[in-house]
């Protein structure tokens, strides 16, 4: 008596998606880029809004960039930003004049009104991305506050701090979220390129893990050739926590029964993470032609 098993690759849509580029993303060799299309998402104390170049202006015959700040519900501010040489502008409406936003010199003691340059080598590390390479600005204002201020090539700000902890960062869209998220998978499996080939990875580990159980298992055989169907469930730690049968096949009791325990001894798999790097479950669903011979 034989009992032939095969898996196949039935996964849940949000173990399938791309590789983000949401760490890489870029806009240029600027600290600051100033271009039409640029759009970022970040935090500021509890609020979420986006930044981004919509189009230009002239004010007193000069072009400026429209860069908006957006925080949704009708709140948006629009300031005009310029570049010249390495220096950055914002005009000030009140003044009248253009004020220093960033001198993108990457060389440490550069200053203007209210910042410095203090590092051209600096690193932020946030739930999404570790930053490397970074230009830090320390700003300090006529209210005695200071904050630090990170730039990346190509993205322009990516976090703010202060002496009390962050006060904003660059943070994923809805899309680049789903796309940061890493999929369960065996260790072995981690360093494919890509989800896809993660998730085929761990399954063919699964099935090899249980066609070698298997082969030590005496079974009865089934009345009746069929596909037999489970849901599992991972917890945070990887490990099956739960495993439903979604159907039967006449005289398939202990087939099912003795699959099921083999699936519950699986070893430890990653875990799946979100974005912000915390392990959460993950279910599977399994479907195990079983031919008798």
């Not at 080598?121 to 300090?140: D, M, Q, R, T, W």
């Not at 904050?147 to 703010?160: N, P, S, W």
């Not at 087939?255 to 959460?280: H, N, Q």
Request: aromatic residues 10%; proline residues 3%; hydrophobic residues 30%.
């Amino acid at each position: 008596m034989k009992i032939t098993t095969l898996l196949l690759l039935t996964l849940f849509p949000f173990l399938i998606y791309g590789q983000s580029d949401f760490c890489e993303k870029t806009f240029g060799e600027s600290y600051y880029p100033l271009k039409i299309g640029f759009e970022k998402h970040l935090t500021w104390g509890n609020a979420t809004y986006i930044e981004k170049v919509t189009g230009t202006t002239k004010k007193e015959g000069i072009e400026y960039f429209n860069y908006e700040q957006d925080f949704g519900a009708g709140t948006s501010y629009n300031l005009l930003l310029r570049k010249q040489n390495d220096t950055v502008f914002m005009y000030n409406e009140e003044q009248k004049k253009d004020v220093i936003l960033l001198i993108e010199r990457p060389v440490v003691g550069t200053k203007w009104e209210s910042g410095k340059v203090i590092d051209t080598n600096g690193f932020f590390e946030s739930p999404f991305c570790n930053y490397e390479n970074l230009l830090v600005i320390e700003n300090k204002y006529s209210s005695g506050d200071k904050e630090k201020r990170f730039y990346k090539k190509g993205l322009g700000l990516v976090a703010v701090t202060t002496n009390t902890g962050i006060k904003g960062m660059c943070v994923p869209n809805e899309e680049e979220t789903k796309a940061l998220t890493k999929p369960l998978s065996a260790f072995e499996c981690t360093e494919e390129t890509n989800k896809e080939a993660i998730a085929k990875c761990t399954m063919t580990y699964i099935h090899s893990y249980l066609i070698g159980e298997l082969k030590k298992k005496k079974l009865k055989t089934p009345k009746e050739e069929g596909i037999l169907k489970f849901d599992l469930h991972f917890d945070k730690n990887g490990k099956v926590s739960e495993i439903k049968s979604l159907n039967s096949l006449k005289g398939g009791n202990q087939a099912t029964k003795e699959i099921m325990d083999i699936l519950y001894s699986l070893p430890k798999l990653r875990p799946a993470m979100t974005s912000e790097k915390k392990s959460v479950g993950t279910k599977i669903e399994l479907s195990i032609p079983i031919k008798t011979k």
